[in-house]
């Protein structure tokens, strides 16, 4: 025989349901029409029911993600995991968040128990191998996108994803191929950061001239873009054209006054066209900015110049023991014993480098002059 108390008592458990119900359903409404804060009130009131409730935790992680409260939002999405462990939403939610925090290796493991229960949407694939990616594990990061590609041939995302793979890899070759093809894809309205991608990479590889049509196309779409102006400048020094250089860094020195690396490159601009007074300038006003080597660099190259080469020496002997791989430092100093008629102490310059175990053509080039 069924008891009063148990017909009262089942239908108490099933208002109670409707009502969380019309909680869940009025909070997502609200969060659909960006309401995210309002939205947040009945997700908590649903909490304050049914603690453990798996749609109003995922709704209020995902209501604190789109406020920017990553921390918070990955505090809830766990314990929606420790109650429902295999909930695709609070995992999904918890390893965006995750990423957002830059904390790529704890969202790539994430992502990869995501995968254990959808392991063909593409764009999961994408930001797992993006959080692979940011996390230096270049196998699996490659792996998946290689698999978006099999699923989806050309997806935009997993072609500009392995470029970026490849790029942070110094493979520059191989991030120039998969970029390519993405502008080849696009070519009727190519996104610019495509085009200055593809730039620095000529750039790193220092085939300048084929660098430059990428930047002068970016510039051409956005004439203030810092990357593609930046890219410019740079193709200019490296096709040993520093007036155009110099007009491009003091370009981006009006956006970046205070900015050191582009001080020091435009002082290495003027240093080449003779202009010595203005390069000191540039080389100082960097380093008032904070200490940088290549201004340091920059200043002693015009001590050798002004019959100051001791004072060169003071300063290039401590930067070949602060960074004794760059071989720039080396030449230098070489270069202000030689200044002082001082050829041996010229080429035991050159050789402590090469003791170390190091090879340079222009070390050795410069070394093959003097002996």
């Known amino acids: 025989m069924i008891d009063d108390n ?12 409707r009502h969380i119900t019309e909680l869940s ?9 960006n309401f995210v804060q309002d939205a947040q009130t009945y997700f908590n009131k649903i909490l304050e029911i049914d603690p453990t409730n798996n749609y109003a935790l995922v709704g209020l992680g995902d209501a604190q993600r789109k406020r920017r409260q990553f921390s ?14 295999k909930n695709n939403y609070a995992l999904f939610g918890l390893a965006d968040s995750l990423a957002a925090m830059r904390r790529y290796r704890e969202a790539a493991d994430i992502w990869e128990r995501y995968l254990e229960h959808d392991d063909r ?66 070519k009727s309205n190519p996104d610019i950061r495509i085009l200055t991608s593809i730039g620095n990479c000529y750039r790193k590889m220092r085939r300048f001239s084929e660098g430059l049509p990428y930047f002068e196309m970016a510039q051409a779409k956005d004439g203030r873009n810092f990357y593609a102006l930046f890219g410019l ?13 110099l007009d491009l860094w003091d370009r981006l020195l009006k956006k970046e006054a205070d900015n050191k690396v582009i001080l020091t490159r435009a002082g290495d601009a003027c240093r080449k066209m ?8 540039y080389y100082t ?7 940088d080597v290549y201004a340091v660099l920059g ?22 023991k602060q960074d004794p791989h760059n071989h720039r430092f080396f030449l230098a100093l070489s270069e202000a014993w030689l200044t002082l008629n001082k050829r041996k102490e010229a080429i035991s310059a050159l050789q402590a480098f090469l003791q170390q175990g190091l090879r340079h053509p222009s070390i050795i080039e410069a070394l093959r002059r003097l002996e």
């Open 6 to 17: 148990d017909i009262k008592n089942s239908d108490e458990e099933k208002e109670i349901e």
């Open 25 to 33: 359903q009025k909070g997502y409404q609200l969060m659909r029409q």
């Open 72 to 85: 918070t939002a990955a505090e809830t999405y766990s314990k929606c995991l420790e109650h429902h462990p």
């Open 121 to 186: 949407n593409v764009t999961v694939l994408t930001r797992v191998a993006d959080s692979h990616r940011k996390a230096r594990n270049f196998r699996r990061a490659k792996e998946l996108y290689d698999l978006v590609l099999e699923l989806q041939e050309d997806n935009l995302y997993a072609l500009i994803g392995l470029g970026h793979l490849h790029y942070d890899f110094k493979e520059y070759s191989g991030a120039l191929q998969y970029w390519l093809r993405v502008l080849e894809i696009t």
């Open 233 to 245: 400048a740079d193709c200019y020094r490296g096709l040993n054209e520093p007036e155009k250089a």
């Open 274 to 281: 003779e202009r010595f007074v203005e390069a000191e300038r």
């Open 285 to 291: 006003a960097a380093l008032e900015i904070e200490f």
């Open 299 to 320: 200043l002693a190259y015009l001590r050798i110049r002004n019959n100051q080469a001791e004072m060169a020496i003071e300063t290039l002997e401590p930067l070949t």
